[in-house]
């Protein structure tokens, strides 16, 4: 196979070719291993490979670089490399592409990746929002935050009305960068980590109120919002939802000593009971900053969750997850061993498959909102 990257085409092989996803699909995980490594070897320097710290052990093996959105972020927008194949869900690609340079050109291994949380906003709601908010008389005040598990299109509406995006580990940073600029915030699309940093912050509940987006004007009433400081999208993530209190209590119980620390997408009433709330990257660095000895009930993605139980382990540090049946994010998931060596094979060969292209209408003002991010956090 000779490597022809300046004459790449963005056109999928042919069903059936040998380069195409379905002769992949066929086979089993570990007949992947030797393909990958040969065909990212064969690239180089060309190609980056990025893994989030939820994707399974068989496909973040092969990432030159692991972390959080903000971490993940930050490199996309410094690498040179020609090719960036993002192991993670649909929005961290997108926001890769945002922040790349020219030339360069973001891979999704599949591109059913997205995200459930990132879905329960679309861009012509939060238009509608924001519409209510003007009709109201406080849109004026509100700097709109998006999470960065949002479109594009939606960090885009953002930076274009003075806002920003933020991930779990710059979220602090981007409420006191906007209560600088405004008296309120209207924060999408995760309610429980507004609410999370919010109160952190030392806002009261009573000044939090939710926007359902199904519901007339939000489901609130003027003098509701008018009082509030942070306006919360009825947005949630699956996967971090189903931590309940009764589980920290339950750990608790069971092992005298336990320090619970979880990831801020949880409810308000689990982040409460934790010992620490933190993104991915922060979870693992609180396990590696304890002492040996020490056992953490860990609430966040089981992946992540079991990848930790096995490295610290070696240190003499228990990790569990902090529900026993643990949480798995299906989407993050759907990057296997095969997608991977398909798209990486494919690379090879002189064809990208499976790019990330945000429209150029949208990516100036999602740049605007992504480097707002990264000059922040
Ligand atoms: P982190 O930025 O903490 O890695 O979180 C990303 C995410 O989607 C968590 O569900
Ligand atoms: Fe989205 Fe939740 Fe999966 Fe994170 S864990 S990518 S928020 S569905």
Redesign the pocket.
């Known amino acids: 196979m000779n490597l022809v990257l300046d004459d790449l085409t963005a056109v999928a092989p042919e069903a059936g070719s040998a380069c195409s996803l379905e002769n992949y699909l066929a086979l089993p995980d570990h007949t992947m291993d030797g393909r990958i490594a040969e065909a990212r070897a064969r690239l180089g320097t060309t190609t980056l490979i990025l893994g989030h710290h ?1 994707q399974r052990d068989e496909v973040i093996r092969f990432a030159d670089a692991t972390g959080d959105s903000y971490k993940l972020s930050r490199i996309a927008a410094e690498t040179d490399a020609k090719y960036i194949v993002f192991c993670g ?1 649909h929005f961290m690609a997108e926001s890769a592409d945002v922040l790349g340079h020219a030339g360069q050109q973001v891979i999704l291994p599949d591109l059913n990746a997205g ?4 879905d329960m906003a679309e861009i012509s709601q939060v238009e509608a929002c924001w519409e209510a908010l003007e009709r109201l008389g406080l849109a004026s005040e509100i700097v709109p935050l998006t999470y960065i ?1 949002s479109t594009a299109a939606i960090k885009a509406f953002c930076g274009e009305r003075g806002g920003m995006v933020c991930t779990s580990s710059s979220a602090r940073a981007a409420f006191e960068w906007a209560f600088q600029r405004g008296k309120r915030i209207l924060f999408l699309p ?1 309610q429980h980590l507004g609410r999370n940093t919010g109160f952190t912050m030392g806002i009261p509940l009573e000044e939090m109120a939710v926007w359902d987006p199904w519901g007339l004007q939000g489901g609130q009433t003027k003098e509701k919002l008018a009082a509030s400081r942070v306006i919360l999208w009825k947005g949630h ?4 939802q189903r931590f309940l209190p009764s589980h920290v209590d339950a750990v608790r119980a069971k092992y005298p000593g336990i320090q619970v620390i979880v990831h801020p ?1 949880c409810r308000f009433e689990v982040c409460q009971k934790a010992d620490a709330q933190g993104s991915t990257e922060r979870l693992i660095a609180l396990v590696e900053q304890a002492p040996a000895g020490q056992m953490f009930a860990v609430g966040t ?1 089981i992946h992540l969750v079991n990848r930790m139980a096995r490295r610290f382990a070696a240190e003499g540090k228990k990790v569990i997850t902090l529900d026993d049946t643990g949480c798995l ?4 998931y759907r990057i296997s061993p095969q997608h991977l060596a398909w798209v990486l094979e494919n690379l090879v060969e002189g064809r990208v498959v499976n790019r990330i292209q945000v429209k150029p209408n949208v990516k100036h003002w999602a740049k605007v909102a992504l480097d707002r991010m990264l000059e922040t956090g």
């Open positions: 939820y869900v995200c459930s949380m990132a598990n995760d993530c699956a996967v971090h997408e993605e994010c299906t989407t993050m």
